[in-house]
């Protein structure tokens, strides 16, 4: 006998899905942007992780990959997919990489691994970015995850005083009991309170202040398409 759909039958079929499903679901569907013969941008985070995995699998028909970090190379190197180094492919087809939010726009929030830096310049040199997450990076304004900054360590005092303006709240993102040091030899400031309304208007005031490396407000880079894990599957948002 056929029962209606309750509220419970909901709750079960969402919690079927593990976040970790729905990122290997959305990797998987990245492979569909990949394009053949070429290089393709890859960016750094667990669902990128999964993406690195499957892109191994259809190795034989990518020339290789340009890196966002050194935790991406290392995996990549490990699964047989050749890194070239950025100055020598100067022009990318698609850049896949994840999210830490995004919103309705394609703008995103991004470098919960530490890895921001890297990934702006990977997506500068690409024609389109792919974001793969999971549903519950979808947002409606960017802010509630704290915001990534990578900043040179002499400026983080007058940096934090700058955000603390804004109404922000920052923690120097620590590394056991050291500040973690990023591929690039800095810090991070991670910054809570911020409701970012004006992502464009955000990102070119912070970028330009003296001290910060990059800010994880991608606006200017923000992404083409979002291959989004549900519960129903991969829905496709095209900004
Ligand atoms: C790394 C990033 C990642 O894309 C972001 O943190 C999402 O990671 P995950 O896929 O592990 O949720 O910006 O700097």
Redesign the pocket.
């Known amino acids: 006998m056929n029962h209606p759909h309750t509220q419970a039958d909901a709750v079960l079929s969402v919690s079927s899905l593990t976040q970790d499903e729905l990122?290997a679901q959305v990797a998987q569907a990245a492979l569909h942007y990949v394009v053949p013969g070429e290089v393709v941008g890859v960016?750094?985070?667990?669902?990128?992780n999964k993406f690195i995995d499957a892109l191994a699998t259809i190795k034989d028909r990518i020339t290789g990959a340009v890196s966002s970090?050194a935790a991406s190379t290392v995996r990549l190197q490990g699964l047989g997919i050749p890194v070239f180094d950025t100055n020598d492919v100067p022009r990318l087809a698609v850049y896949i990489?994840?999210?830490?939010e995004i919103d309705g726009h394609g703008h995103m929030l991004?470098?919960?691994?530490?890895?921001?830096t890297r990934?702006k310049i990977v997506a500068a040199q690409s024609e389109q970015f792919v974001c793969i997450?999971d549903a519950s990076?979808l947002v409606q304004t960017l802010g509630k995850f704290p915001l990534?900054v990578e900043v040179i360590p002499m400026a983080t005092r007058r940096l934090m005083a700058q955000f603390a303006a804004k109404g922000g709240t920052c923690r120097v993102r620590m590394q056991g009991d050291q500040p973690l040091i990023t591929d690039n030899g800095q810090h991070i400031l991670d910054v809570s309170g911020l409701h970012i309304s004006n992502p464009l208007a955000f990102e070119s005031e912070v970028s330009q202040w003296p001290g910060v490396v990059t800010v994880?407000v991608f606006a200017f880079q923000r992404a083409h398409v979002c291959l989004l894990g549900t519960a129903d599957g991969v829905r496709t948002l095209r900004f």
């Open positions: 990122k960016g750094t985070g667990s669902t990128v970090s990489d994840g999210a830490d991004k470098g919960g691994g530490a890895a921001l990934e997450a990076k990534p994880g």
